[in-house]
């Protein structure tokens, strides 16, 4: 694989494979802080690295990961979503009901909630990108909406009795990959070759970059802000099917604290904060990352509460330690 | 009073001081003088404390002296008031110049009347009157700059330095500053001052230190010196006359954008002019005369109150620079940092940032051969210096930065571009290869708006000049007409028409 397809724009090319050249790739420190919990959680726990176990870890992973990367989008440009969790849970109750109470054919359920999920990221790309207001505050508000509506429709409860075949998006398997993973992984392949092979990419670095420099050299950063929202909602009801498949239900007050996971899972994959820097493929280390500790500490039989606290110190961790890498 | 000897300053392997010396005497005016990169930044730094020197003394009345931090330097009586000015845009002048070491009363609370009346002490000091209790960013940028110094005064400043002071002032407020210097050299403090502005050293200065490529190339009295030595002290060589000749622009040259009214504000002028094929259009007048707000308007980056531009003759309103380039009109701004280089990306994608369209293979996705070939022959056709299309643009001189965004420009078909300041911060041989440049622009066809403070460019480079004040064109010289005290008598005493 050759070095210079994974750089973004910003890294200075290396021509073929080096160490050196590893190294000083933006994705090396994700890649260590993976290979050193691999190691840590392999000696803790002999179940660690089975097939079935790693397997498992990814499909764990798969949920939060689909959403991370409509987050990496967002954040690339310099903003924020609060509301992916909040719109996965009502795209997921939305197409639920279609079926459940409206008889409606799954596969219409289904592509109702992916309509959905975009309509919820325009709202909020329209607001930021034209109506010039914080995309935190514009997100916030959006999922507190996206929440109270969902529990409004199903009047809090789970919608279930779904079709038998929806299932095979949450716990269906081909040969020995789960679905859900395989859904992760397709997912971020269009998602690199779209930041990383066409000019709307290129336009989501230069936004975050510096966003006056580029409206004034011709980028149009107001549909380019208003694509990544909309595609960052697009990402939270992919994860809804992936929800409703495993959970055979709409789950209304699901995915609470996830938008906080992905933007975990962004950063730790070496993505700055204030955007124009970082990488999708280190999104998905950095997801990984969480799952295994998730999955890690679970074997390892370590209380619920102070794995939270584990979890947050090793972010603050890596993110001190990838300060000025 | 103050002795810098033999300053050598490394980063990693590479030297960028090469053992540079500095004598300043008390009261006097001393100017630093160089090229942008000649390392009077570097030297600055170290005489302030932010940067340790890797060899050399820094001797402070007779007494050698190591400034640990910038903290250390101040209290030796350093004051350095920088380009970038680090106030705070809400607190007021007061509250800025006291910020960190606010004075208390006995209960511990913000003691505002004694720190009014020692602010109200210094700026009457500088002869200076300027509102104590307004946020700063409603004050001009000169008189930001006098908070700056008098700050600096507060600390009790002996040696102050002014880092391109006059970069962003008026004329007037420039004459202003330099009344500020001379009371502040009666009373005793030196002051280094940089500047690019070589008539404002004869007008201001005692003494001259050049500095070239980061070494010492003298220092000398002002008086025993002129302009044409300085300039080759500076570059090394002579400069014969940087701007190249006019080309007769036929009379009947077609008009590629006519601009019929513009008006920035409700109730201010209403601006208009054409823009002929292959000449270049100057646009003068004072900062804040409303020049490069008219160009932004034009390209809807700047909100106007009317805006009507007839494009090789059809009209046409911008709603985005995306549709100025669509019909063929670019803009490089005049703050390459802040607007035109996106400085996480390198060269490469620096110029093609625009180009995007023409680099495509199955219609979705970005050539990336094409994108590297075509970014290499506007480079080469530029004549950016670097190692390569790779390389970083936080890396390059003003100059290269400013071709670089140039560049940008070339794949499409232009047919206008608007350079802002084309030569703001970049040094003088640069500035030829610009001017030069330019002409080969006009040369291809291509008309340009040049936005320039520096008159003597305006006058050097314009075939024509729309001379801006208050916010509206109050004059349109041409030919021999376009003279200093042409332009100057405009631009400070012309009348705008203001309409409803």
Request: aromatic share 6%.
């Given at each position: 694989?050759?070095?210079?397809?994974?750089?973004?724009?910003?890294?200075?090319?290396?021509?073929?494979?080096?160490?050196?050249?590893?190294?000083?790739?933006?994705?090396?420190?994700?890649?260590?802080?993976?290979?050193?919990v691999?190691?840590?959680m392999?000696?803790?726990s002999?179940?660690f690295?089975?097939?079935?176990n790693?397997?498992n870890v990814l499909r764990q992973v798969s949920i939060v990961g689909?959403?991370?990367?409509?987050?990496?989008?967002?954040?690339?440009?310099?903003?924020?979503?609060?509301?992916?969790?909040?719109?996965?849970?009502?795209?997921?109750?939305?197409?639920?009901?279609?079926?459940?109470?409206?008889?409606?054919?799954?596969?219409?359920?289904?592509?109702?909630?992916?309509?959905?999920?975009?309509?919820?990221?325009?709202?909020?790309?329209?607001?930021?990108?034209?109506?010039?207001?914080?995309?935190?505050?514009?997100?916030?508000?959006?999922?507190?909406?996206?929440?109270?509506?969902?529990?409004?429709?199903?009047?809090?409860?789970?919608?279930?009795?779904?079709?038998?075949?929806?299932?095979?998006?949450?716990?269906?398997?081909?040969?020995?990959?789960?679905?859900?993973?395989?859904?992760?992984?397709?997912?971020?392949?269009?998602?690199?070759?779209?930041?990383?092979?066409?000019?709307?990419?290129?336009?989501?670095?230069?936004?975050?970059?510096?966003?006056?420099?580029?409206?004034?050299?011709?980028?149009?950063?107001?549909?380019?802000?208003?694509?990544?929202?909309?595609?960052?909602?697009?990402?939270?009801?992919?994860?809804?099917?992936?929800?409703?498949?495993?959970?055979?239900?709409?789950?209304?007050?699901?995915?609470?604290g996830?938008?906080?996971d992905?933007?975990a899972a962004?950063?730790?994959?070496?993505?700055?904060?204030?955007?124009?820097?970082?990488?999708?493929?280190?999104?998905?280390?950095?997801a990984i990352l969480l799952g295994i500790l998730n999955n890690g500490l679970n074997l390892m039989?370590i209380?619920p509460?102070l794995q939270d606290?584990i979890k947050g110190?090793i972010i603050?961790?890596?993110?001190?330690?990838?300060?000025?890498? | 009073?103050?002795?810098?000897?033999?300053?050598?300053?490394?980063?990693?392997?590479?030297?960028?001081?090469?053992?540079?010396?500095?004598?300043?005497?008390?009261?006097?005016?001393?100017?630093?003088?160089?090229?942008?990169?000649?390392?009077?930044?570097?030297?600055?730094?170290?005489?302030?404390?932010?940067?340790?020197?890797?060899?050399?003394?820094?001797?402070?009345?007779?007494?050698?002296?190591?400034?640990?931090?910038?903290?250390?330097?101040?209290?030796?009586?350093?004051?350095?008031?920088?380009?970038?000015?680090?106030?705070?845009?809400?607190?007021?002048?007061?509250?800025?110049?006291?910020?960190?070491?606010?004075?208390?009363?006995?209960?511990?609370?913000?003691?505002?009347?004694?720190?009014?009346?020692?602010?109200?002490?210094?700026?009457?000091?500088?002869?200076?009157?300027?509102?104590?209790?307004?946020?700063?960013?409603?004050?001009?940028?000169?008189?930001?700059?006098?908070?700056?110094?008098?700050?600096?005064?507060?600390?009790?400043?002996?040696?102050?330095?002014?880092?391109?002071?006059?970069?962003?002032?008026?004329?007037?407020?420039?004459?202003?500053?330099?009344?500020?210097?001379?009371?502040?050299?009666?009373?005793?403090?030196?002051?280094?001052?940089?500047?690019?502005?070589?008539?404002?050293?004869?007008?201001?200065?005692?003494?001259?230190?050049?500095?070239?490529?980061?070494?010492?190339?003298?220092?000398?009295?002002?008086?025993?010196?002129?302009?044409?030595?300085?300039?080759?002290?500076?570059?090394?060589?002579?400069?014969?006359?940087?701007?190249?000749?006019?080309?007769?622009?036929?009379?009947?040259?077609?008009?590629?954008?006519?601009?019929?009214?513009?008006?920035?504000?409700?109730?201010?002028?209403?601006?208009?002019?054409?823009?002929?094929?292959?000449?270049?259009?100057?646009?003068?007048?004072?900062?804040?005369?409303?020049?490069?707000?008219?160009?932004?308007?034009?390209?809807?980056?700047?909100?106007?109150?009317?805006?009507?531009?007839?494009?090789?003759?059809?009209?046409?309103?911008?709603?985005?620079?995306?549709?100025?380039?669509?019909?063929?009109?670019?803009?490089?701004?005049?703050?390459?940092?802040?607007?035109?280089?996106?400085?996480?990306?390198?060269?490469?994608?620096?110029?093609?940032?625009?180009?995007?369209?023409?680099?495509?293979?199955?219609?979705?996705?970005?050539?990336?051969?094409?994108?590297?070939?075509?970014?290499?022959?506007?480079?080469?056709?530029?004549?950016?210096?670097?190692?390569?299309?790779?390389?970083?643009?936080?890396?390059?001189?003003?100059?290269?930065?400013?071709?670089?965004?140039?560049?940008?420009?070339?794949?499409?078909?232009?047919?206008?571009?608007?350079?802002?300041?084309?030569?703001?911060?970049?040094?003088?041989?640069?500035?030829?290869?610009?001017?030069?440049?330019?002409?080969?622009?006009?040369?291809?066809?291509?008309?340009?708006?040049?936005?320039?403070?520096?008159?003597?460019?305006?006058?050097?480079?314009?075939?024509?000049?729309?001379?801006?004040?208050?916010?509206?064109?109050?004059?349109?010289?041409?030919?021999?007409?376009?003279?200093?005290?042409?332009?100057?008598?405009?631009?400070?005493?012309?009348?705008?028409?203001?309409?409803?």
């Amino acid at each position: 694989m050759s070095h210079d397809a994974n750089t973004v724009p910003s890294q200075s090319r290396s021509t073929g494979f080096s160490v050196a050249g590893l190294l000083k790739s933006p994705l090396a420190l994700p890649l260590i802080g993976l290979i050193v919990v691999s190691v840590l959680m392999g000696f803790a726990s002999d179940n660690f690295f089975s097939v079935n176990n790693l397997l498992n870890v990814l499909r764990q992973v798969s949920i939060v990961g689909i959403i991370a990367v409509g987050m990496t989008f967002v954040i690339l440009t310099g903003g924020i979503d609060l509301s992916v969790g909040a719109v996965m849970a009502l795209a997921g109750t939305i197409s639920a009901g279609l079926m459940v109470n409206f008889g409606m054919p799954g596969i219409v359920g289904l592509l109702a909630g992916l309509v959905i999920g975009v309509l919820l990221g325009l709202f909020n790309g329209v607001l930021v990108a034209w109506g010039r207001m914080p995309a935190i505050i514009v997100t916030l508000a959006t999922m507190g909406m996206a929440r109270g509506f969902g529990l409004l429709y199903s009047g809090g409860y789970p919608i279930s009795g779904l079709p038998g075949w929806i299932s095979w998006f949450g716990i269906g398997r081909i040969g020995i990959i789960p679905v859900p993973v395989i859904l992760m992984f397709v997912i971020y392949a269009l998602a690199w070759v779209l930041l990383q092979r066409t000019p709307f990419g290129r336009h989501v670095y230069a936004i975050g970059g510096n966003e006056l420099a580029a409206k004034l050299s011709g980028v149009k950063t107001q549909r380019v802000k208003l694509a990544v929202y909309g595609i960052s909602g697009l990402t939270s009801a992919f994860a809804a099917i992936v929800l409703t498949g495993r959970l055979m239900s709409g789950q209304p007050n699901a995915g609470v604290g996830f938008e906080l996971d992905a933007i975990a899972a962004v950063v730790l994959g070496g993505t700055a904060i204030a955007g124009g820097r970082g990488l999708i493929l280190g999104t998905l280390i950095g997801a990984i990352l969480l799952g295994i500790l998730n999955n890690g500490l679970n074997l390892m039989g370590i209380n619920p509460y102070l794995q939270d606290v584990i979890k947050g110190a090793i972010i603050l961790l890596a993110i001190y330690i990838g300060r000025e890498w | 009073m103050l002795e810098l000897q033999g300053i050598r300053k490394s980063f990693g392997k590479i030297e960028v001081l090469h053992g540079v010396n500095l004598s300043i005497r008390g009261g006097e005016v001393h100017a630093l003088l160089g090229e942008n990169g000649a390392g009077k930044s570097t030297l600055m730094k170290i005489l302030s404390g932010i940067l340790q020197p890797t060899a050399g003394k820094i001797v402070l009345d007779g007494t050698e002296r190591h400034f640990a931090d910038y903290d250390a330097a101040i209290a030796a009586g350093i004051g350095i008031v920088f380009q970038e000015f680090s106030l705070i845009p809400y607190l007021t002048a007061v509250e800025n110049m006291f910020l960190a070491r606010e004075m208390k009363t006995r209960l511990g609370l913000l003691d505002r009347r004694a720190m009014t009346a020692r602010a109200r002490e210094i700026l009457a000091m500088l002869d200076v009157d300027l509102p104590l209790d307004v946020p700063i960013s409603r004050l001009s940028v000169a008189e930001q700059q006098f908070v700056e110094i008098a700050k600096a005064l507060s600390l009790d400043a002996r040696i102050l330095v002014l880092d391109e002071p006059t970069a962003t002032l008026t004329p007037s407020e420039v004459e202003h500053l330099f009344k500020v210097m001379r009371q502040l050299r009666l009373n005793g403090v030196a002051i280094v001052f940089i500047s690019h502005h070589l008539e404002e050293i004869f007008e201001i200065c005692d003494r001259i230190t050049v500095l070239r490529d980061g070494e010492f190339i003298g220092d000398c009295a002002v008086s025993d010196t002129d302009t044409d030595r300085l300039v080759e002290m500076m570059v090394g060589r002579r400069i014969e006359n940087s701007f190249p000749e006019k080309p007769a622009i036929p009379a009947d040259a077609p008009v590629v954008l006519d601009c019929e009214e513009v008006q920035l504000r409700k109730g201010g002028p209403v601006s208009s002019f054409r823009l002929r094929a292959g000449e270049i259009l100057g646009f003068a007048g004072l900062v804040g005369s409303g020049r490069t707000e008219t160009a932004l308007a034009m390209l809807g980056a700047h909100p106007s109150v009317r805006c009507k531009v007839l494009v090789d003759g059809a009209e046409t309103r911008f709603r985005e620079p995306a549709e100025g380039l669509a019909h063929g009109i670019g803009l490089l701004p005049e703050s390459r940092k802040e607007q035109g280089l996106i400085t996480s990306f390198p060269i490469l994608q620096n110029i093609s940032i625009n180009n995007y369209g023409k680099y495509r293979k199955n219609h979705w996705f970005i050539d990336m051969k094409q994108e590297l070939a075509a970014t290499e022959e506007a480079m080469a056709q530029v004549r950016v210096k670097a190692q390569g299309p790779h390389a970083r643009v936080d890396t390059l001189s003003g100059g290269n930065q400013q071709k670089v965004v140039i560049a940008r420009w070339l794949n499409h078909q232009m047919k206008v571009l608007i350079f802002d300041e084309p030569t703001r911060g970049i040094d003088v041989g640069a500035k030829a290869e610009i001017y030069a440049l330019m002409r080969e622009f006009t040369a291809k066809g291509y008309s340009i708006i040049m936005i320039s403070s520096e008159l003597p460019e305006v006058i050097g480079m314009s075939d024509r000049v729309c001379v801006f004040r208050s916010g509206g064109i109050v004059a349109t010289v041409e030919g021999d007409q376009i003279t200093s005290e042409q332009i100057m008598t405009h631009a400070t005493t012309g009348r705008v028409q203001n309409v409803a």
